[in-house]
Structure formats: C-alpha cells, structure tokens
C-alpha cells in the first residue's frame, strides 16, 4: 500500500521538485506552501509522514510540530525537518519538540529518501514488536509492562499525559510542576523504558492499556 507524505515549504521550485522525485519513488504526495492550509486538511490527506520547511510565514514548523504533537490523531505522524537552519540549537529544539529527523537544504533525493524509509521501517519494526509483547504479556500474564520499572507516581501520571499528545507545557500545568521538572521526568522514562523518544515512550504506554484491558 502507497505511502501518503505531505510537504509543506513557502519555495514552491522546490516543492515541485521533492514531489516530482518522492512521486517517482511510488509515494503519494500532497503539497502545500503554508502551515494553516496543511492543517486545515491534515483529515482529508491522512499522512503517513509530513515533510515541512521550518522558516515559513505566518505559523512556521516549530509551531506546526507542537500542534501536530498535542492533536489526539496525529500526535504520533512522523514529521522530517527540511530546513536551510543548520545551527546545533536549532537541531536541539526540532527533536526536543518532537521531530523524527532534521535534514537541512542543500540535501541530496537519495539521503532524503534512505531517511524516509528508515523512518517507516522503523515504524514497522515497532508494531511488529508491540504485537509480540502483547502476545508474550498475556502468556506471562502480567498486569503491567512497568511493573518492574519502579515508577514514581509523578512519573506515571507524565506518562499517561504523554501518551495522550500533552505538550511539556500542558502536563506542566497539569500536574502543577515546572516545565524544567516535566523534561527530567521525561527524560527518566526514557532512560527506564529504554524508549529513545516520545513517539516510542507513547507507543509503550499504549501497549500497558492494551495489556491491561486483555486482563480484564
């Protein structure tokens, strides 16, 4: 089944260019030189992926990641960075918020195209394992994949909150903490999940709900 990507990049010479090349490669491709236009028809494309420029008019692709990031069915939508800006802390603030991978122009078709297909593969690797662990949970009959993790009630309830697309922010105001303690608690479930990201963290949330109504 064809992969959908949407592109989004105000540089439409250069949008035609990646959609002609992407289309090429058997993909489906939507294109669109703004962020509100790509939001307003996120239902109608259903992407498997979105490609966005960062510096762009209006709203530019920080600001479309946290909406992406904090909306309930698209929270989980694999987004690529494909952005002029190369500087560290630029990079630093596109995985933080969320991005899957940050390519910066002038790029090569074939590296962006290697990223793309990781990114799937790695995705289908991910559901293949979360199947497997489902099925050996309920052979071992466990109540909890975390059970043996030692969560913090802290740390639990900022995992649910991730699991449900909440922003650093939103679960900072959720929980009545700073955004600076939200990032450690984030970051010591990564470490105790061995998760790398919150993609992955939010995924493994959602395989303990699904263990925990088979239990039922």
Same mark, same amino acid.
Not at 84 to 96: F, P
Not at 102 to 112: D, G, R, S
Not at 189 to 204: P, S
């Given at each position: 089944?064809?992969?959908?990507?949407? &592109?989004?990049?105000?540089?439409?010479?250069?949008?035609?260019?990646?959609?002609?090349?992407?289309?090429?490669?058997?993909?489906?491709?939507?294109?669109?030189?703004?962020?509100? *236009?790509?939001?307003?028809?996120?239902?109608? $494309?259903?992407?498997? &992926?979105? $490609?966005?420029?960062?510096?762009?008019?209006?709203?530019?692709? /920080?600001?479309?990641?946290?909406?992406?990031?904090?909306?309930? *069915?698209?929270?989980?939508?694999?987004?690529?960075?494909?952005?002029?800006?190369?500087?560290?802390?630029?990079?630093?603030?596109? /995985?933080?918020?969320?991005?899957?991978?940050? &390519?910066?122009?002038?790029?090569?078709?074939?590296?962006?195209?290697?990223?793309?297909?990781?990114?799937?593969?790695?995705?289908?690797?991910?559901?293949?394992?979360?199947?497997?662990?489902?099925?050996?949970?309920?052979?071992?009959?466990?109540?909890?994949?975390?059970?043996?993790?030692?969560?913090?009630?802290?740390?639990?309830?900022?995992?649910?909150?991730?699991?449900?697309?909440?922003?650093?922010?939103?679960?900072?105001?959720?929980?009545?903490?700073?955004?600076?303690?939200?990032?450690?608690?984030?970051?010591?479930?990564? *470490?105790?999940?061995?998760?790398?990201?919150?993609?992955?963290?939010?995924?493994?949330?959602?395989? *303990?709900?699904?263990?925990?109504?088979?239990?039922?």
């Amino acid at each position: 089944m064809k992969k959908t990507i949407l &592109l989004i990049d105000d540089d439409i010479n250069l949008l035609n260019s990646m959609a002609s090349y992407l289309i090429s490669e058997d993909f489906t491709i939507h294109i669109t030189t703004n962020v509100c *236009n790509a939001l307003n028809n996120l239902t109608i $494309i259903q992407p498997d &992926l979105i $490609i966005t420029d960062i510096m762009m008019p209006n709203i530019d692709g /920080y600001e479309l990641i946290k909406r992406i990031r904090s909306t309930k *069915n698209w929270h989980q939508t694999p987004i690529i960075f494909l952005t002029a800006k190369g500087m560290t802390q630029d990079r630093i603030l596109g /995985y933080n918020l969320g991005c899957n991978a940050y &390519l910066a122009k002038p790029f090569y078709p074939e590296e962006l195209i290697a990223i793309i297909n990781n990114i799937f593969q790695q995705l289908e690797f991910y559901k293949t394992n979360i199947n497997h662990n489902i099925q050996k949970v309920q052979n071992k009959k466990q109540n909890s994949i975390f059970d043996s993790l030692s969560l913090t009630t802290k740390e639990y309830k900022v995992l649910l909150l991730v699991s449900k697309g909440y922003t650093n922010k939103e679960i900072a105001n959720k929980i009545n903490s700073s955004i600076r303690n939200v990032e450690k608690y984030v970051s010591r479930l990564l *470490n105790k999940t061995k998760t790398r990201n919150r993609t992955e963290l939010a995924k493994l949330a959602l395989l *303990n709900s699904l263990n925990k109504l088979k239990g039922e």
